[in-house]
């Protein structure tokens, strides 16, 4: 499972930076690593997009946030965060926290937003980023 760390999103000004998080529980003893998670997001009128994911192999981004955003994970304390910097207005949207299943490596496919392979999903949070 995944929830969203509280409060999560908000409203930032353009060129700056936000942290969102989600604390995943419910898997085997260090079996987490050994699963593809990461994030979505849905801009209003628009499809779901992947943006960054987080396996075995390492962080993948998606063309629209790279060299902007990171992924990690850190099973010690059972979170995975994303840290948005250099926020631009099309940064805009509802992100998402997610986990497939059954345990697997990531794939390309998620950022043309194919997310069949994700069970476990965090609640959304709004991000504004203003002009």
């Known amino acids: 499972r995944l929830r969203l760390v509280e409060p999560g999103g908000g409203s930032v000004q353009a060129g700056g930076s936000m942290r969102l998080a989600c604390e995943f529980s419910?898997?085997?003893?260090?079996?987490?690593?050994?699963?593809?998670m990461g994030w979505f997001r849905q801009a209003p009128g628009k499809s779901r997009e992947g943006i960054a994911f987080?396996?075995?192999?390492?962080?993948r981004y998606g063309d629209s946030v790279k060299g902007r955003f990171a992924v990690s994970r850190d099973d010690t304390n059972s979170l995975l965060t994303l840290q948005m910097n250099n926020l631009k207005s099309e940064d805009t949207a509802t992100y998402y926290c997610?986990?497939?299943?059954?345990?697997?490596?990531?794939?390309?496919?998620?950022?043309?937003?194919?997310?069949?392979?994700?069970?476990?999903w965090g609640q959304g949070t709004p991000v504004s980023v203003s002009p």
């Open positions: 997610a986990s497939r299943e059954p345990e697997g490596y990531c794939y390309g496919w998620y950022f043309e937003g194919d997310d069949k392979d994700f069970v476990h």
């Open positions: 419910g898997y085997r003893p260090n079996r987490a690593k050994w699963t593809c």
């Open positions: 987080i396996d075995l192999d390492g962080p």
